[in-house]
């Protein structure tokens, strides 16, 4: 088990510029989590996956976001057209069971330019 | 909708103090909660969880009962460390909702 990982760590870019992250859970977890985390604020759910399947998708993500995690594994968060308001942590998280305790991974740190 | 409301910090206590870090909510249903942490450099981790009324969740040497006639879940140490210091997060899993976190500084 050597727990959730994210890469890349850190992400500058350009303001306009596509960004793709990827994250990958501990291998007998079924479920994946993907928030944003801004400075002084706790995580903000932005979607969860059953295996493939994106169950929940959050009302506030915006059609720039898109997320995919086609075997069931890994999964990625595309950004399209970023903005400067795109600037956070993205956090990874997985868990074995329905809404139970999650794994957090390191996060991945986007500056948008 | 639901929501997690959690004392602002930050909170600032010598070593071997008690302390209190209030979380309330607000949810449909019976959600199952949470204390996660996040030391220096360090990602989230669980802390400690109730799954339902009158739970209590202990770790570390910290607590937290699940009051439901209180809807507050608050996290409870009785002699911190400065091993302590980190940011601390209550959680509600039934829609994936956090608090914005209460840093804690313990000095020696």
């Known amino acids: 088990d050597t727990g959730v990982s994210q890469d890349p760590r850190h992400k500058i870019t350009k303001r306009g510029q596509n960004v793709t992250f990827r994250c990958d859970p501990i291998s007998e977890h079924n479920r994946l989590y993907w928030y944003r985390q801004t400075l002084g604020q706790g995580p903000e759910f932005l979607t969860y996956f059953q295996n493939e399947a994106q169950l929940e998708k959050s009302r506030l993500l915006s059609d720039r976001f898109s997320a995919e995690r086609p075997k069931g594994s890994f999964s990625t968060l595309e950004i399209q057209r970023t903005e400067q308001g795109d600037s956070a942590m993205y956090l990874c998280?997985?868990?074995?069971?329905?809404?139970?305790?999650?794994?957090f991974g390191p996060g991945t740190r986007l500056t948008v330019l | 909708g639901n929501s997690v409301t959690q004392m602002e910090g930050p909170v600032t206590l010598s070593e071997e103090a008690f302390l209190t870090i209030n979380c309330t909510y607000t949810a449909t249903g019976y959600p199952s909660l949470f204390w996660y942490v996040q030391y220096p450099g360090e990602g989230l981790q669980l802390l400690l969880k109730?799954?339902?009324?009158?739970d209590k969740g202990s770790n570390k040497g910290f607590e937290a009962t699940y009051r439901k006639e209180t809807t507050s879940f608050h996290l409870e140490k009785g002699s911190v460390q400065v091993s302590d210091s980190a940011v601390y997060f209550c959680a509600l899993h039934n829609d994936m909702r956090f608090g914005a976190g209460t840093r804690l500084t313990v000095k020696p």
């Open positions: 998280a997985s868990s074995a069971f329905d809404r139970e305790n999650h794994y």
């Open positions: 109730a799954t339902k009324a009158d």
